[in-house]
């Protein structure tokens, strides 16, 4: 894959050269170059932004630099025919999740333009769309300086869902989002810990249960930390012992879709009275 990064800041990216995805860079599985947006002005002093039309505070990032520097990535890219794909981190964007990751991974070349102040001239993002699938994107509901940061976690997320970047794949399969609910707790040597001990379960080497506690746990956490992600995920097929244990976290299954008891929506608590009877069904 071919990412670009237009910043006006490009040391700001230089983690990329760190770890799993400075490996893959090395290992040419991931051709990331990153370009310096006043390298693309024209005048003496490198001017990249302007007061805003319309009053208000802080600068814009002018139109014309940006558009010589992604018409360049553009046309370097070299690409299959298809658009390439513009991101345009923002708090203003579609939020970016685990499924967009790996959408995006499918992808031949990414751009990423990363804007500082007030944002980007407009009319760029228009006339962007003429040459690439332009998607502006946020990491979540709170305000960065500026795209950097944003595209350090974009380019990591998508970055590791490469064929060969993680050494075992097995390990994308069990994690937090992959499966709509949160990862289950893990636990090391040594098994007693400052009198805290491992769960036994974890120690009984019966597979099935150790499998069974683990996805408990992913609804427990799912439950406590996250339940809109619960009310999300698809509940149709669900084994009889993972409806039990969602019961006794307050959730019943309906049409498929898991709906907190009203008696404990809010609470994540259990009702303790109804735990007995899903025991029973189990
Ligand atoms: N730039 C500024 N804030 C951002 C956010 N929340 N996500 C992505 N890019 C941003």
């Not at 298809?82 to 790996?102: D, Y």
């Not at 760029?124 to 998607?135: D, L, Q």
């Not at 390990?171 to 491992?198: A, F």
Request: with cysteine; glycine share 10%; hydrophobic share 40%.
């Amino acid at each position: 894959m071919r990412v670009d990064v237009v910043s006006i800041f490009p040391e700001y990216l230089a983690p990329l050269e760190l770890s799993l995805i400075g490996k893959a860079r090395q290992d040419g599985l991931l051709d990331l170059r990153v370009h310096d947006l006043r390298g693309f002005t024209t005048d003496k002093h490198r001017t990249v932004d302007d007061t805003p039309y319309g009053g208000g505070a802080g600068m814009v990032m002018k139109a014309e630099p940006w558009a010589q520097a992604l018409a360049s990535v553009a046309a370097a890219g070299g690409g299959n025919g298809a658009k390439p794909v513009l991101i345009v981190p923002s708090p203003a964007g579609e939020r970016f999740t685990q499924a967009l990751a790996h959408e995006l991974a499918e992808e031949d070349q990414l751009v990423f333009a990363c804007g500082r102040y007030e944002g980007i001239d407009e009319r760029v993002i228009e006339w962007a769309a003429e040459h690439f699938t332009v998607r502006p994107m946020s990491l979540g509901d709170y305000v960065l300086n500026g795209g950097e940061v944003a595209v350090l976690a974009m380019v990591e997320a998508i970055g590791r869902l490469l064929p060969g970047v993680v050494g075992n794949p097995e390990s994308l399969v069990e994690e937090s989002h992959s499966d709509g609910l949160l990862e289950y707790p893990v636990y090391t040597k040594p098994s007693t810990w400052r009198d805290r001990e491992v769960p036994a379960v974890l120690l009984s080497g019966n597979h099935g249960k150790i499998a069974q506690w683990r996805r408990h746990e992913q609804y427990r956490r799912t439950a406590e930390r996250r339940p809109d992600l619960l009310e999300a995920f698809d509940a149709g097929k669900l084994p009889r012992a993972d409806r039990s244990a969602l019961y006794d976290l307050g959730y019943d299954v309906v049409e498929g879709h898991l709906r907190a008891r009203p008696s404990v929506a809010g609470t994540n608590g259990a009702d303790t009275q109804h735990d007995a009877e899903a025991d029973a069904s189990a």
